[in-house]
């Protein structure tokens, strides 16, 4: 008898493990609009050590604690997250919305516990390697005719279902320099992303802070609210530019945070 595992295994475990996950520490940059992210100890060892010595004598343990928004660093987003005039996928999200997150949402508009766990084809779009630059210039705006050029250069075409993965090369001011980072990103236009969302992808991601030059909030809108297109910001997309591997298995396994709108996740990339 054949087995299952043995199988995968033989075609998983010779392939690169790909982390496209950036770092998160108290101090990283986030979008200027949005909580800091914060980690911190809440209980040292040294602590405990005295806090059980009556009950277990030696033992000790350590606790950290999160204060963070959905939204720092690498992150996945589902359609509810951004809206036009109060609507995603034309339902008006206000009469989900409560406290504790979004309840009674219709089947089209997933909250991030009811999204699946995500194992798609990725396709990476160097934008910078196909222009001839290791990284694109500030502020630049990705046109169409990038994407277009990068998919014939890569000899890749972008189906449905995929999870598409764009390459600046800003991944690398992610921890070197915050003020580019936040400031000085290239990204996508409206023109490529409705380019891409035409292409019906599952998955656009990104290895900036905020997707889009110089409307970020259109770019959104394009791929969250009008085609329910799950995005992925901040991703490392450096080491899978430098082997070139254009084609991968993308794996994402966002947080089941009940009613949420997105979740801080760590996707590999399998090539
Ligand atoms: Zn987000």
């Known amino acids: 008898m054949s087995d299952r595992a043995v199988e995968i295994l033989n075609v998983i475990g010779h392939a690169k493990v790909y982390d496209l996950g950036q770092p998160y520490w108290s101090g990283m940059p986030v979008h200027p609009a949005d909580p800091p992210f914060q980690f911190f100890l809440y209980r040292y060892h040294e602590h405990t050590k005295k806090l059980f010595d009556s009950i277990a004598p030696g033992f000790s343990d ?5 204060v963070t928004s959905m939204h720092a660093g690498t992150h996945f987003d589902t359609p509810i997250h951004m809206a036009r005039d109060l609507k995603s996928l034309n339902q008006d999200l206000t009469q989900f919305e409560q406290d504790k997150g979004y309840v009674g949402l219709p089947p089209e508009l997933k909250s991030v516990d009811q999204v699946p766990p995500l194992v798609k084809r990725g396709i990476l779009l160097d934008v910078a390697t196909s222009k001839g630059q290791d990284i694109l210039p500030e502020r630049y705006e990705i046109t169409p005719e990038d994407l277009e050029k990068t998919s014939n250069l890569e000899g890749v075409n972008i189906e449905k279902d995929d999870c598409v993965l764009i390459r600046t090369g800003y991944s690398r001011f992610f921890t070197t320099d915050s003020d580019a980072y936040l400031h000085k990103y290239a990204g996508l236009g409206a023109r490529a992303t409705r380019w891409l969302a035409e292409r019906r992808p599952s998955i656009v991601g990104i290895d900036n802070l905020a997707a889009g030059v110089p409307k970020p909030f259109e770019i959104h809108n394009i791929l969250l609210s009008d085609n329910g297109i799950f995005m992925m910001k901040s991703l490392n997309l450096e080491e899978l530019g430098k082997d070139k591997k254009y084609t991968s298995v993308v794996v ?19 090539a």
Do not use: D, H, N, T
């Not at 350590?62 to 999160?66: A, H, K, M, T």
């Not at 709108?261 to 990339?269: G, N």
């Open 62 to 66: 350590s606790i950290g604690l999160l």
């Open 252 to 270: 994402v396994l966002p947080l089941k945070i009940r009613g949420g709108e997105a979740s801080l996740v760590r996707p590999v990339a399998f």
